[in-house]
């Protein structure tokens, strides 16, 4: 099989690149920024993106946060603008903040909680993510189709762009 049959099996609707906007990443710790670079390997490793409607992948993903809104910049393998899509953050806000509420426990707790403690919060922690993750697909119905662990990994990338601590 050539390389060229190789691409040709690959599913359109993924995505091939995933980029922050510079102005909208906040200064971070260590934490979120290798948060942020393991959830885009992930996504990259493997993932499902369809826009509705569409069917021009690959596509290109730019993430920013503009006013208090999400807004997925979207392209296509050549750099041509697809489509963009501003979404409310407000149903995430809740969840983001208990969710960063957590995790600062969770970064406290892994230095020097009992194995039982820090446990118990990631547990917590990861049941917030999965809030998250399912608040997002909700808000992308109609618009762009993902699957749950592409949701997770999203909602990692909202929160590390959103993140102020």
């Known amino acids: 099989m050539s390389n060229g049959d190789a691409a040709a099996e690959l599913p359109k609707s993924r995505l091939i690149a995933i980029t922050l906007d510079e102005k909208s990443t906040a200064t971070t710790n260590s934490n979120i920024e290798h948060e942020r670079e393991v959830a885009i390997f992930d996504i990259l ?3 499902s993106f369809a826009l509705e409607g569409r069917d021009e992948g690959p596509y290109k ?3 920013a946060l503009i006013e208090d809104r999400l807004v997925f910049n979207v392209t296509n393998e050549a750099d ?3 489509i963009t899509h501003m979404l409310s953050l407000t149903p ?3 969840i983001m903040k208990d969710y960063f509420m957590i ?7 892994i230095r020097s909680a009992p194995p039982s403690r820090i ?3 990631d547990m917590g922690r990861r049941g917030l993510h ?3 993750s399912r608040t997002l697909l909700e808000r992308l119905s109609g618009k762009i189709t993902v699957d749950l662990d592409t949701a997770r990994r ?4 909202i929160c590390a762009l959103h993140w102020k601590g």
């Open 45 to 47: 490793e493997g993932n």
């Open 61 to 63: 993903l730019n993430l």
């Open 80 to 82: 041509a603008a697809v």
């Open 92 to 94: 995430l806000k809740r």
């Open 103 to 109: 995790c600062e426990s969770y970064y406290e707790a």
């Open 119 to 121: 446990q118990a919060i």
């Open 130 to 132: 999965d809030e998250g």
């Open 154 to 157: 999203l909602f990692t990338l």
